[in-house]
């Protein structure tokens, strides 16, 4: 980095090493997130994973963020004989009842609205049509239902092998995400797991320089533990 003047910079010149990991640390207000996003940030090869919020309304989950519900869909399809959009509850498998959301949102006016469990589908978000197609005896919801460990072991072997799903569960799992439910809402997701949630999902993609910002923030000790040793394999 050379003439770094970004905010409260003033022309300054830093080399970075690569190939390690590289901690920049300093007092509030010293210029950290200046140099990095200002200089680093954005070049090409660069991967940024911030604590920004995860682009998805609160119909969004792992599964879909992640690109996990894909192949899972397309297993579904093949096994069944029917359409991937079918289990998808944005789309044609959705229940009329809540339109896929699971819950019934009232609107109160000049107080906090209201959430209730869709009676209809009892919160599974599927027409009950859908969920008599099954993959090694488990249907979609039962799969969404599935933490990121059990859905590990579930899509390893036998019917439900599906390499792609499990090769995405295992990334989540790296970061410390296998007690996450598949398809648990990203509205409800702390700062640090909308972060590890994005490493996981960014792990794949083409990049020599992967740019993590604060990412230990709110994680026990045990999580910053498993980070250091994702990135040591990294």
């Known amino acids: 980095v050379r003439g770094a003047d970004t905010h409260n910079l003033q022309d300054v010149d830093v080399d970075i090493p690569l190939g390690v990991l590289v901690v920049v640390t300093g007092v509030a ?11 680093v940030s954005g070049r090409d090869g660069v991967v940024t994973i911030d604590q920004s919020a995860i682009r ?3 119909r ?14 397309k ?20 229940c009329p009842a809540c339109k896929g959301a699971g819950v019934i949102y009232t609107d109160l006016g000049i107080m906090a609205g209201v959430s209730t469990v869709c009676e209809e589908c009892e919160g599974k978000r599927f027409q009950a049509a859908v969920l008599d ?6 249907d979609i919801s039962q799969v969404l239902g599935m933490s990121v460990t ?6 390893a072997q036998g019917e439900a092998r599906i390499p792609a799903a499990h090769r995405i569960l295992s990334t989540m799992a790296d970061v410390g995400l296998g007690y996450l439910t598949l398809g648990q809402p990203l509205t409800t997701l702390s700062g640090g797991e ?17 740019v993590l910002d604060e990412p230990t923030t709110g ?16």
């Open 56 to 58: 998805g309304s609160r």
């Open 29 to 39: 207000g010293s210029g950290k997130s200046s140099l990095i996003d200002g200089s």
């Open 60 to 73: 969004s989950n792992p599964a879909t963020y992640t690109g996990l519900l894909d192949p899972i869909r």
């Open 133 to 138: 197609y099954h993959l090694a005896g488990r």
């Open 194 to 210: 909308r972060q590890r949630i994005k490493l996981a999902s960014q792990m794949g993609d083409p990049g020599d320089v992967y």
């Open 75 to 94: 297993a579904f399809a093949k096994v069944n004989g029917v359409k991937p959009a079918l289990f998808s509850a944005n789309s044609e498998g959705a």
């Open 150 to 155: 059990e859905a590990l072991e579930f899509f």
């Open 219 to 234: 994680l026990h000790l045990a999580d910053v533990d498993q980070l250091l040793g994702l990135l040591d394999r990294l």
